[in-house]
């Protein structure tokens, strides 16, 4: 089915860039994006419907490339903590910090587990997420974290968005292992991947490299592993101290390396050199109250790809809207409105693997977007929390929140 959608301006977003077409329209057949131009240009093509967009901005459908949407309980209790003064490290010592959510999410069935986090993810699709990543790494049992996976799958195959299942078993030491970390990422390497793998469960494959979690050596090995199944890497690095997590995972190839408040500059060379993008979650900074700074102007001098992403988890990033933090990205970490719209839609794509499908809108790639009711792709970074106005369109078709 041919519809054409006209009256509209249009940013594109190719090249990383808001490409503005003031008087702009598409035309989509079935999934498809078939044109994109200025409205009098427009192809003398047959179509089957026509809508008039009023106006709208329109822009690629947003990216969410970094979630933990899945999991159970809540940390609430763990924040009052952190505000009178205990840190990330110390909470994790007392037995909170990610060993609470996995107790929470080995408790809960793959039903409650769906239910909790269909509230979260429609949240997100308020916001004009069309295409979202959903790591596993609370489960950290191999039923566990197949019981998370499969609820991923099966929230990709209930709702209108696109989700990426990740698996991220090396995230955190479970406490039968305790003092044996090297047993564990043998399990999880020549056991656990290969079966989740083997099951049509996973997309890619995420370690948490820092020292209250897995070494670089370990991490390595987790990645020759992904590599030998044919699975795209991903890596937690440079969150807490620097050690060199982002250049190994780009020695790798990997997608993306997230956090990075810690990244050096040698590591950045490394990853513009082997195409990994830089995913930056100011929402984990900005609930941390950390004041070290990602390394934006290394970046930018490098050109490594800035993706921005929600982070959304139950103990550092508690954040049910992407488009706040596109803003804090703005604000915290000094990115242009334009970069910051860039972080959610092509290069979110890149660090999903998916660029030269989503992301930007041209001609042959899958017809997300959504259409806001605003005078400006900048107001998508200015406006604070609420939910812009905006009609979403998941694969030529229109669908509702």
């Given amino acids: 089915m041919r519809t054409l959608w006209r009256h509209c301006q249009i940013a594109t977003m190719e090249n990383g860039n ?52 899945v999991f159970g309980g809540d940390r609430s209790q763990e924040f009052e903590m952190r505000l009178q003064g205990a840190s990330y490290a110390e909470i994790a010592a007392a037995g909170g910090g990610i060993a609470s959510s996995v107790k929470a999410t080995r408790a809960a069935d793959e039903q409650q587990l769906f239910d909790s986090a269909l509230r979260r993810i429609n949240a997100l699709r308020q916001d004009g997420v069309t295409t979202l990543e959903i790591k596993s790494g609370y489960g950290l049992s191999f039923e566990d974290e197949r019981k998370m996976l499969r609820v991923i799958r099966k929230l ?22 305790q003092g044996r970390s090297d047993a564990y990422i043998d399990e999880v390497c020549e056991a656990w991947l290969p079966r989740l793998h083997g099951e049509g469960l996973v997309d890619a494959v995420d370690a948490f490299c820092e020292h209250l979690a897995f070494s670089p050596a370990q991490v390595e090995r987790v990645f020759r592993k ?35 408040e ?8 490394l990853m513009a050199e082997h195409g990994t993008t830089a995913v930056l979650l100011p929402g984990a900074f900005y609930f941390l109250r950390e004041t070290q700074l990602p390394p934006v102007a290394l970046l930018r001098q490098y050109q490594v790809p800035i993706a921005i992403s929600s982070d959304l988890n139950p103990g550092t990033s508690p954040v049910l809207s992407l488009r706040l933090m596109m803003n804090m990205a703005c604000t915290l970490f000094r990115l242009t409105p334009e970069e910051a719209l860039a972080g959610v839609t092509a290069h979110a794509a890149r660090a999903l693997g998916i660029g030269d499908r989503c992301g930007t809108l041209a001609p042959g790639k899958i ?25 979403v369109i998941y694969q030529g078709q229109q669908t509702t929140n």
């Fill in 226 to 260: 992904a590599q030998q199944l044919g699975l795209g890497v991903k890596l937690h690095a440079e969150q807490l101290s620097l050690l060199h997590g982002a250049g190994l995972a780009a020695r790798y190839n990997a997608l993306s390396a997230d956090h990075l």
């Fill in 367 to 391: 017809a997300n977007f959504v259409a806001w009711e605003v005078n400006h792709p900048a107001e998508l970074s200015y406006w604070l929390g609420g939910t812009l106005a905006n009609q």
């Fill in 156 to 177: 990709g195959e209930a709702l209108p968005l696109s989700i990426h299942s990740t698996c991220l078993a090396a995230h955190a030491l479970p406490p039968e292992y």
């Fill in 18 to 69: 808001y490409n503005l077409i003031p008087h702009g329209a598409l035309i989509t057949d079935g999934l498809q994006l078939l044109w994109i131009g200025d409205e009098a240009g427009c192809p003398a093509i047959a179509v089957d419907a026509e809508h008039d967009l009023q106006g709208r901005l329109v822009t690629p459908g947003l990216i969410d490339c970094h979630s933990h949407s």
């Fill in 262 to 269: 810690y990244l050096c500059e040698s590591d950045i060379a």
